[in-house]
């Protein structure tokens, strides 16, 4: 319950007996600062009785009055360990009232300030002046390895704040380009084998639609079975392995495949087709594609539906964290969620038919605008280099 719909509850009682309080105490005639100045104390703390906890504490600090009559007995209530849902509920409301720059936390359980970091250093960018913190809610993403299924710029709080300004219809755009990853140049592997990855992000009928692409070019003559790489991850549930007994299992039978011969699309696919996570709204496509005779580019892209922004109690997000983060006290009675395990979290879907087609433009040339032509050239001039056996492969992480 925010201020103005208290006020006009207290308004309501006092209407009735407000000309005879006002007659009695006030001869002048002056109108009172506050109509809550001619409630007697008992009227007030009845009022409250009424109330949920984070409306009263609200309540509380609408004027100077009511601060004095409920201030100690609500306010010790409001920040015991058993009311995260009310004392969010209460930053949430407060938020409301405040400058826009403010977002409620639910592990920190305060309102954080969201500031931009400003640099006239061509190689400094503006970015989250909050970005290295470490607080509760920054710790928990990163042990529940947001860096592995999103990326590692990517904050909730960043999120929170541009879906606000979004409701709030202001500029949203500079906190959405914080969101994104745009790599100003490709990776190179220890086998000389460039790699890139980019994360986009759009705003969709109230949710944020999510996108990353992977890109491997991989040398001519080698396949993906030949390099170090054993594992992309999609999500928490969804990882797609280059070597061992399940390699076969996710993966397009092309992984082993150089692209040097005439394909027969009966027996070569190119393409896995749109898949689908079944415990979170993740959609995700493997494909491989020529790259202009300097090899073979394997495209892994996956879109999320990360959800509203507005708490983290929002299935949409946290299904797409690892199991760390919903092991946290605050999860602790959350509909969806029944142990501390993956497997013990009930299935979350997407209010979109299709993340893939709500999002839109798909189909980019992923590996043309991502490789420079001159790394493209500089890896046709190389070896080519021998295929890895099971015994020489050694793990390696893929963003």
């Not at 380009?177 to 790699?195: G, M, N």
């Amino acid at each position: 319950m925010s201020f103005k719909r208290i006020i006009k509850l207290v308004q309501k009682l006092s209407s009735k007996n407000r000309r005879k309080d006002q007659s009695s105490t006030n001869p002048s005639g002056a109108t009172p600062l506050n109509i809550l100045e001619i409630l007697p104390p008992e009227l007030i703390i009845y009022i409250a009785q009424f109330l949920p906890l984070s409306s009263t504490v609200l309540f509380t600090l609408s004027c100077r009055t009511t601060y004095t009559i409920l201030e100690p007995r609500y306010w010790t209530s409001l920040r015991a360990k058993d009311q995260h849902s009310q004392h969010f509920d209460f930053l949430t409301q407060l938020s409301k009232e405040l400058p826009p720059d403010y977002v409620p936390c639910y592990h920190c359980r305060i309102l954080h300030l969201c500031t931009v970091r400003y640099t006239n250093l061509p190689r400094s960018p503006p970015r989250p002046l909050y970005l290295y913190d470490g607080t509760p809610c920054n710790l928990a993403e990163v042990q529940s390895q947001v860096s592995k299924y999103l990326h590692a710029n990517f904050q909730f709080r960043t999120f929170q704040m541009a879906m606000k300004r979004h409701r709030l219809r202001l500029n949203p755009e500079p906190w959405l380009e914080f969101l994104c990853f745009k790599p100003t140049r490709c990776r190179i592997s220890t086998q000389q084998v460039p790699s890139e990855f980019r994360a986009d992000v759009r705003m969709v009928n109230g949710s944020l639609l999510f996108r990353t692409t992977l890109v491997i070019l991989i040398p001519l003559g080698l396949t993906l079975r030949d390099l170090s790489l054993t594992s992309f991850h999609i999500c928490p549930h969804v990882c797609l392995r280059t070597h061992g007994a399940a390699a076969d299992l996710n993966l397009l039978e092309t992984a082993g495949c150089t692209m040097d011969h005439v394909h027969g699309l009966q027996w070569c696919v190119r393409n896995s087709g749109i898949a689908l996570c079944l415990a979170c709204p993740t959609e995700y496509e493997f494909r491989r594609e020529e790259c202009a005779g300097f090899g073979v580019a394997a495209v892994i892209t996956k879109w999320m539906d990360l959800g509203e922004g507005r708490t983290i109690l929002d299935p949409r997000w946290w299904s797409h964290l690892g199991e760390k983060y919903t092991a946290d006290v605050v999860f602790r009675e959350v509909d969806g969620i029944k142990g501390r395990r993956l497997i013990d979290r009930d299935p979350v879907q997407s209010t979109h038919a299709s993340i893939r087609a709500s999002f839109g433009n798909y189909r980019s040339s992923a590996y043309n605008s991502i490789l420079p032509l001159k790394v493209a050239q500089k890896l046709s001039q190389l070896p080519k280099l021998p295929a890895l056996r099971p015994k020489n492969l050694r793990r390696a992480d893929v963003v």
